[in-house]
């Protein structure tokens, strides 16, 4: 079910995926998470129901599900997914390429055994590191979803979903 800008209030979205998940200050964890782009959408039951490529998105936290936020110039709308129906969530890590110059701060730090997902933020010129856009595909029963989003998000997203507690549902 696609909510559009007219039906989207909190009851409904409640009825469907339970409460949203509150932040704690003890144990901090991410009930949302950062944007994408949708770059492919298949309305497996009904195709009058569609959804604009390239709107931006984002995800948050639900007990029995999530809710996936889509903005479009300005035309909202919001897909709740619960658990159940949720087949494969997969990310998709972007190719990286890694080429520091010698005694440039990002080769030192490297040759020091510093991780490169920290290294990466000591380059000097663009192209001693880049790494290319992460992909996220979202299948359920009713949709077939792609976004793309930043490369450099590909950890922090990775950890999101994994919070999640989908099991085999997520492939990395």
Not at 78 to 95: Q, S, V, Y
Not at 102 to 129: C, D, H, N, Q
Request: positive net charge.
């Amino acid at each position: 079910m696609i909510l559009t800008e007219k039906n989207i209030n909190q009851h409904k979205i409640e009825n469907l995926i339970g409460k949203p998940n509150k932040f704690g200050f003890r144990k901090p964890k991410t009930i949302g998470n950062g944007s994408y782009f949708l770059k492919s959408f298949i309305n497996k039951t009904d195709n009058s129901e569609i959804i604009k490529i390239d709107s931006k998105s984002n995800f948050e936290k639900y007990s029995n599900g999530i809710l996936l936020r889509l903005n479009f110039s300005n035309e909202l709308s919001a897909i709740p997914l619960t658990k159940n129906e949720i087949n494969r969530i997969e990310l998709i890590r972007g190719e990286e390429r890694i080429n520091p110059f010698p005694f440039s701060p990002m080769w030192i730090l490297l040759k020091l055994g510093v991780s490169i997902l920290t290294a990466r933020y000591f380059k000097i010129y663009i192209s001693e590191y880049s790494i290319k856009n992460m992909r996220l595909i979202i299948d359920t029963e009713k949709y077939e979803m792609e976004f793309i989003a930043n490369g450099f998000l590909f950890e922090r997203q990775l950890e999101y979903f994994e919070n999640l507690n989908y099991g085999t549902r997520l492939k990395k």
